[in-house]
Every structure is written in C-alpha cells, then in structure tokens.
C-alpha cells in the first residue's frame, strides 16, 4: 500500500508543476501575440514607412498600399494609393501583399480575442485553437 501513496504525491507534484507552466506559456504566447499583433496593425495601418530624407536624391517614401515622391518643384510630397481603391496600389504583388497582411490581422486580433476562452475551456484546446490560427496568420504575413 505504500507505494501506491508514493506514486500519487509524485504524480499530484507533476501536475502541479505542469498546471503552473502551462499557465506561464499561456501568459507569455499571450503577450508575444499581442506584441506581434501590434507590429502587424502597424504595417497594415501605416501608409508608408520606408523611405529617404529630404536631403537624399530621389526622395520618396513607400509603404504597403502608398508610396510617395516628390514633385517637379523639390519642395512637396504627393502620395498615391489609397487602401479603399485596389487600382491605385502600383503593382500586383502589393495589392496581394495587401490582402494578405489585412488577413493576418484579422487572424491576429481573431487570435487574441479567442484567448479569453483560457476561462471558459481547457487550456490544451485554447493552445490549439490559437496555435493554428497563429499559423494560417503567419502564413499571410
């Protein structure tokens, strides 16, 4: 009969300790997930992001869905492109580029907003239910 008392208080202290890791992966793949949701909006939100000085030659900017350029006169900018009209994005590997990264964050926030089941259902199942979302989402990115 001993032996049996001993297996149960190792078994009781495994999962304890697999209780409590499980929890602290669901807080920090929480917290990555919102970090990775917040530099995906980013991308997604900001119109044009990489680009020169006014100082550089050829000064200009590019984002996902709008690129700028200067005018004839050097003093402004004129942008084109605008995310509600798809036939003023330049080229067809950005508009795609465009849905796709509009796809990842509505996976991405979709991923966030399904980590609240953690309260209402078993942890194993929030972890795949975001996991495989957190797939298909880095498959748009």
Known sequence: ME??????????????????????IGVLWAVFTICFAII??????????????KESR??????LWQYCHLIQDGQDVTCQGRLD???????????AATVFVGLSV????????????????HSST???????????CGEYA
């Not at 049996?4 to 304890?16: G, T, V």
Request: proline share 4%; hydrophobic share 50%; aromatic share 18%.
């Open 3 to 24: 032996p049996k008392y001993e297996y149960a208080s190792e078994l009781n202290l495994y999962q304890a300790n697999y209780m409590r890791n499980s929890k602290a």
């Open 40 to 53: 995906n909006v980013v991308v997604f939100i900001q119109p044009h992001w990489l680009g020169d000085t």
């Open 58 to 63: 050829g000064t200009g900017h590019f984002g």
């Open 85 to 95: 009209d798809f036939s003023s994005i330049p080229s067809a590997a950005f508009r």
């Open 106 to 121: 509505v996976m991405v926030l979709l991923c966030i907003c399904c980590m609240l089941l953690f309260f209402v259902f």
């Open 126 to 136: 929030v972890f795949h239910i975001c996991g495989w979302m957190q797939v298909f």
